[in-house]
């Protein structure tokens, strides 16, 4: 059974950079043809998507945050990560990694604040 | 991008009953690629129903989806006690992937 795991900083200063890494456990990120996506929830709001990879390194992201976001994968370590530059408050957002629709990891929550 | 509404914004009903929640999108979303999915308070997002009306792994059959286009409809048929929660549609057909709104299922 495939699991996804978020991890990194819990608070990041403003105008720094926003850096998450998914672990995969239970498959390997490069069998099958699946997408690994980053998707964020701010508080009582709904879900934005933030964009996916594919285990060949194909990307493609939201466009409202084109410019700010990076989302590699290291398929050695089964594992991808997200970067999201020049942060502020409005980045502040519980922050879930996925495979395709149906796994989502339990997500984990960045502040923006300094 | 498509733009998805949700309606009722809250829905409040009491267990046994039918609950039928509506997700509106901007423009037509090709071949069905509609989602929905439940979350309840401190969890992540649970998959429900894919290409509008095929059901998760595991789901209960008294959850249903339908509808094609821009019109979509989610049905739970009598609510039990775990339904209580907030349901999110997403379309997956054209990039950037969206979401809506969400409707709060709540207790009456």
């Known amino acids: 059974q495939v699991q996804l795991r978020e991890s990194g900083p819990g608070l990041v200063k403003p105008s720094q950079t926003l850096s998450l890494t998914c672990t995969v456990s239970g498959d390997s990120i490069s069998r099958g043809n699946y997408y690994w996506s980053w998707i964020r929830q701010p508080a009582g709001k709904r879900l934005e998507w933030i964009g996916r990879i594919y285990a060949s390194g194909s990307t493609n992201y939201n466009p409202s945050l084109e410019s700010r976001v990076t989302i590699s994968v290291d398929t050695s370590k089964n594992q991808f990560s997200l970067k999201l530059t020049s942060v502020t408050a409005a980045d502040t957002a519980v922050y879930y990694c996925a495979r395709n629709l149906g796994t989502w990891g339990q997500g984990t929550l960045v502040t923006v604040s300094s | 991008e498509i733009v998805l509404t949700q309606s009722p914004g809250t829905l409040s009903l009491s267990p046994g009953e039918r609950a039928t929640l509506s997700c509106r999108a901007s423009q037509s979303v090709s071949s069905g690629n509609l989602a929905w999915y439940q979350q309840k308070p401190g969890q992540a997002p649970r998959l429900l129903i894919y290409?509008?009306?095929s059901r998760a792994t595991g789901l209960p059959d008294r959850f249903s989806g339908s509808g094609s286009g821009t019109d979509f409809t989610l049905t739970i048929s009598r609510l039990e006690p775990e339904d209580f929660a907030v349901y999110y549609c997403q379309q997956y057909a054209n990039l950037p992937f969206t979401f809506g709104p969400g409707t709060k299922v709540d207790i009456k």
């Open positions: 290409g509008a009306s």
